[in-house]
């Protein structure tokens, strides 16, 4: 039984804070703002998942990720799907997820030529508490505004379609062949759930539980990695201590204790809850 404490890495973002969430030291005076806060697993592995806060003062760029098959023809191990748990939203803030409807290759290069991409996105509003699973090849962006925690398949492969004039580089080609340019359908809600241990997400990539606070037992695969996330309070999981805005790999069977009123996500790879 192992759990780990995972260390931060700080991504400065042309799009992100000086002011990020409770737990975090904001950026100095001056600095560049902060878009995101990696979790790193320790050594040189490349694990199957990758847990991350999102801070926003502006819109993301219009963008699409690959799914596993485009990627490993591109050279990476995997594609890229991802969730996002929405921590904090001003009134307006919204993602566009998916088109207002289904748009040809051809339009949609174009689109992302003159910038009127942004409005084939279909920008849906968003507060806190809201949770969204994104697959690969879903034109998407966020917008700004909002602070969620992000969890997805572990690579580091963005295609840009349009990025509103910042001076940073575009991937039109790729981002056309990869995107799947239709209307957002959400998946449906996974069945025959637990008071316990509500599940998100189910596969196809990963499973994403919600858990509240109290004593929790998970026991894990061989081989099969967890990433626990609390969201809000503190506790002990196999004597390490933890608190809000950290994040820590578990492998094995694993103790939780977690102050009662907690809000805790728990992570794994997979189609299948456990």
Request: charged share 25%; glycine share 10%; with cysteine.
């Amino acid at each position: 039984m192992t759990a780990t404490l995972l260390a931060t890495h700080r991504v400065e973002k042309p799009w992100g804070r000086h002011t990020l969430w409770p737990g975090f030291a904001d950026p100095a005076p001056g600095g560049e703002p902060v878009g995101e806060i990696w979790f790193q697993t320790p050594g040189n592995d490349s694990p199957d998942l990758l847990i991350k806060y999102l801070f926003t003062s502006e819109k993301l760029s219009v963008q699409v990720h690959p799914d596993d098959a485009q990627a490993r023809a591109a050279g990476y191990p995997r594609g890229k799907d991802e969730c996002w748990v929405v921590l904090a939203a001003e009134p307006d803030a919204t993602i566009g997820l998916g088109t207002i409807r289904p748009v040809p290759s051809d339009e949609l290069r174009t689109a992302s030529l003159d910038g009127s991409v942004e409005h084939l996105l279909d920008w849906k509003p968003v507060k806190a508490g809201d949770f969204i699973y994104s697959p690969a090849r879903t034109v998407h962006a966020i917008g700004a505004g909002v602070t969620v925690i992000e969890i997805q398949q572990n690579v580091d492969l963005t295609y840009r379609l349009y990025d509103y004039g910042r001076p940073r580089e575009l991937h039109l080609e790729e981002a056309v062949a990869a995107a799947d340019a239709k209307p957002f359908e959400p998946a449906p809600a996974p069945a025959n759930q637990s008071n316990e241990r509500k599940i998100l997400v189910e596969g196809p990539k990963f499973v994403v539980e919600r858990l509240p606070g109290g004593h929790h037992r998970i026991e894990l695969p061989e081989g099969t990695p967890g990433w626990f996330v609390p969201v809000t309070g503190r506790g002990v999981a196999d004597g390490v201590p933890w608190q809000a805005g950290e994040c820590l790999l578990l492998d094995g069977m694993c103790e939780i204790e977690a102050e009662m009123g907690s809000d805790l996500l728990f992570a794994y790879p997979g189609s299948q809850r456990l």
